[in-house]
Structure formats: C-alpha cells, structure tokens
C-alpha cells in the first residue's frame, strides 16, 4: 500500500523524483518498525504511532527529520482512507509535535578519568571470590568500550563474543536500522575485555554468543537496565557529583563532547555516534561551552 501511494504522487500528483526518494526512506523506516511488530498498515491505531515517534526520539534523530515523517505518515493515512483501503485515519489525533532544544549532560575528561580509573582498581583486585572479581572486570569493560566508542548502550549489551577477537582499534556494530558503523575501541578498551572474558572463562560462563553477559549464565546477554545500573554503582564508588544521574547515554555524550573539543570534525563525530543528521551532532558543541572546565554540570 506504501508503494501505491508513493507511484500515485510520482504519476499522477507530479512529486519531484528527489522528494519521491526521501519519501522512500521515511517509508521504509516506518514498515520496518511496523514490521517487527507484526502490524500491517491499516492495523496501525494512535498508540501504535506514538510508540512509532517515542521510537524517533530513542534513535536521537533531530526535530526537523522527525517533523518529517510525521508528515508522510499523515499523507499516507490520509490517502488510505480516501482510496477507501483502510477504514480510518490514526493520525487525526495525534497531538502537535513539541520541539526539543535539550543540552545534554556529560562528564568532565577528569570525571571520566576518576571513574574508569575506581573501575579498573576493582576490576584487578585479587581480594574477593571469582564471581565478585568476574563482575568488577565486566563493569570497568563495559565503561571503557562506552567511552571509547560512544555506541549506545542497546548497541554495547548487543555485541557478539566475536567483537572481543578483534586485534585492530575498532569494532563493527550493527544498531536496531540494521545500519552498520565503525566505532573506535582502544587498547585499555581491549585489555579491559580481555581480563573480563579471562575471568568469565574461569567462573565457567564464558560465553560464544555475547560479550557482555551475565556473570552466571553466558547465554543470557546483559540487560540495557542492568548495565544502567552498573554505570550508576561505579560513579557512587568513584564519588562523583550528583551520581544518580550518571548514565550510559551520559558516557555517549562525554564521548562526543571530548572528541570535539579536541578538534575532531562534526561529521566524524556524527558517523561514530549512528547520527541520522548533523543536526543532532551540533548539540554538542554546546555541552562543550556548559561543562568545559567546569566539571559534571546538571
């Protein structure tokens, strides 16, 4: 039915091929989502789109691209209808998009430093049972592979145990568009993996399938919430301000904000970080201004 629609704009209404085109992305994103919820067009009720735009907003995609597709989605509802191939229109409720102007919050390069650093000093500690080591060592990976790359953290507890092979400074991750990037991961990245595989070989739950999972059953991967949960734990042991909001996307958004403001180019940044546009990326020229020398700022 999407397709229909999008040949009657081009044959008959005179939509220029270039709008055509961009069409097809928007649509294409929207079947997908629609897809892996086993809906069909004309299954599609309010609810199902607000998800649909939380989903967008998850993703960081900016404003103006969002703005975007809720124009096509409404096009394509709308003309469903009038073609009689679907008995309502879910959009005419939906309510006007607010638009965001958030600055995000990061860390400081020494906050950041103090809590890798706390995590890495658990981590080698030979006190403690195997487990309690096992777990330190996969909390100070976990923290060294989100700073290092800036992946987020759906993205982290995703990667396969193949990632953890890799000799070179980069993994390929693969995010929810099934879109794939290059990322970088440094050698104190590497060796912090490489002591929490050593160790989880040695609890007896080394796992084949991820490379960040549960201490105790390798066939379960760690959880987006959990992993939420360790990066708070490590910023209340590292003492920084306020540790409550320390957070997996925090560590994303220190990643960018540090690279830029050692001079890396806005659109590098926009490839690591899985940006849909440059716009979303520009914000952080911003958290540069907000926390430069002045440490975690809420």
């Known amino acids: ?61 900016a404003d103006k691209t969002i703005e975007g597709r809720r124009t096509v989605i409404r096009a394509l509802h709308r003309f469903l209808v009038t073609e009689g191939l679907a008995s309502e229109d879910p959009t005419t409720q939906l309510a ?38 096992a777990s330190y060592a996969r909390r100070a990976a976990l923290l060294e592979t989100l700073y290092a790359s800036g992946m987020r953290i759906s993205e982290a507890v ?3 145990a193949q990632a953890a092979l890799t000799k070179f400074a980069h993994l390929l991750i693969r ?27 040695e609890y007896g739950t080394s796992s084949g399938t991820w490379l960040f999972h549960s201490v105790r059953d390798g066939k379960k991967h760690l959880t987006s919430r959990a992993a939420e949960f360790e990066v708070k734990e490590a910023a209340i042991v590292a003492g920084l301000n306020r540790p409550d909001l320390v957070t997996p996307r925090v560590l994303r958004h220190a990643f960018a904000t540090h690279m830029l403001a050692n001079g890396a180019d806005m659109r590098v940044v926009q490839t690591l970080l899985g940006h849909a546009d440059l716009e979303t990326t520009e914000i952080y020229t911003h958290v540069q201004t907000v926390t430069q020398g002045s440490g975690f700022k809420i």
Request: hydrophobic fraction near 40%.
């Open 1 to 61: 039915m999407g397709e229909l629609w999008l040949e009657v704009l081009a044959a008959e209404r005179g939509v220029a091929d270039g709008t055509v085109k961009a069409y097809v992305g928007d649509l294409d994103c929207y079947l997908r989502f629609l897809g892996r919820r086993g809906l069909c067009i004309v299954d599609v009720r309010q609810q199902v789109l607000e998800d649909y735009f939380g989903y967008l907003n998850e993703r960081e995609y």
């Open 96 to 133: 006007p998009m607010r638009r965001r102007r958030r600055i995000p919050t990061a860390l400081s390069v020494e906050e950041v430093g103090r809590l890798l650093d706390t995590a890495h000093q658990a981590a080698n500690c030979a006190s403690g049972g195997l487990y309690k080591r």
């Open 175 to 201: 995010d929810r568009d099934d879109k794939e990037r290059i990322v970088p991961l440094h050698k104190t990245a590497l060796e912090a993996i490489g002591l929490w595989r050593r160790l989880a070989n």
């Open 158 to 160: 995703r990667l396969p």
